[in-house]
């Protein structure tokens, strides 16, 4: 079954880097794109950010786009994301998800990894 | 503030049928599919909807959802108790060029 496990979080100061990442089992990994999505404590969820399948194509939230990198390895089945410069806003579990089509919006969550960003 | 709109909260008694309203605009649910997802307390969103009223393998028929224009609903009938939890809309906005989600509905279950 498909099982996306994500890991790298933690908690942060402000202004310093993340990487997350995200292990895809249980599905050709290659053959779909990757979404991270975010969901601050006690608010509904945000996209942040996709990539197709072959990684060729990216898209980003305004919010984060020049500080936030997606990519992935297709060799590894895994996905990552890149966070710099850190914020307090940036506090949040953040979710991998594969798109239930080959591309689209996600059709199936990891369980998330939660970020805490604070002096 | 969310490009899709939908009410915070809505409720319901068991086996009543309820719906959860997601409004948005041309470049979005007017051009794009819709997709729903419910959250459960604690854990990761499910995929609910698909291609505005597609079900994955799974999920029970008590759950449809239905397109017009720009806005979209999702429909649970025969309400059970499990069916607690948040709901979001998403859809693909064109001008954006990004997923945008609805802030969520709170459903419970009296």
């Known amino acids: 079954q498909v099982q996306l496990v994500e890991s790298g979080g933690g908690a942060v100061q402000p202004g310093r880097s993340l990487r997350l990442s995200c292990v895809a089992s249980g599905f050709s990994f290659s053959g779909y794109g990757m979404h991270w999505v975010r969901q601050a404590p006690g608010k509904g969820l945000e996209w942040v950010a996709v990539i197709s399948y072959d990684g060729n194509k990216k898209d980003y939230a305004d919010s984060v786009k020049g500080r936030f990198t997606i990519s992935r390895d297709n060799s590894k089945n895994t996905l990552y994301l890149q966070i710099n410069s850190l914020r307090a806003e940036d506090t949040a579990v953040y979710y991998c998800?594969?798109?239930?089509?080959?591309?689209?919006?996600?059709?199936?969550w990891g369980q998330g990894t939660l970020v805490t960003v604070s002096s | 503030q969310s490009v899709l709109t939908q009410p915070p909260s809505a409720s319901g008694t068991p086996g009543q049928r309820v719906t959860i309203s997601c409004s948005g605009s041309?470049?979005?649910?007017?051009?794009?599919?819709v997709y729903w997802y419910q959250q459960l307390p604690g854990t990761a969103p499910k995929l609910l909807i698909h291609s505005n009223n597609q079900r994955p393998s799974g999920v029970p028929d008590r759950f449809s959802g239905s397109k017009s224009g720009t806005s979209a609903s999702l429909a649970i009938s025969g309400l059970r108790s499990e069916d607690e939890a948040d709901y979001y809309c998403a859809a693909w906005d064109d001008s954006l060029s990004a997923l945008v989600f609805g802030g969520g509905t709170k459903l419970t279950v009296l």
């Open positions: 041309s470049s979005n649910i007017g051009s794009n599919y």
């Open positions: 998800a594969k798109t239930f089509f080959i591309a689209g919006a996600p059709g199936y």
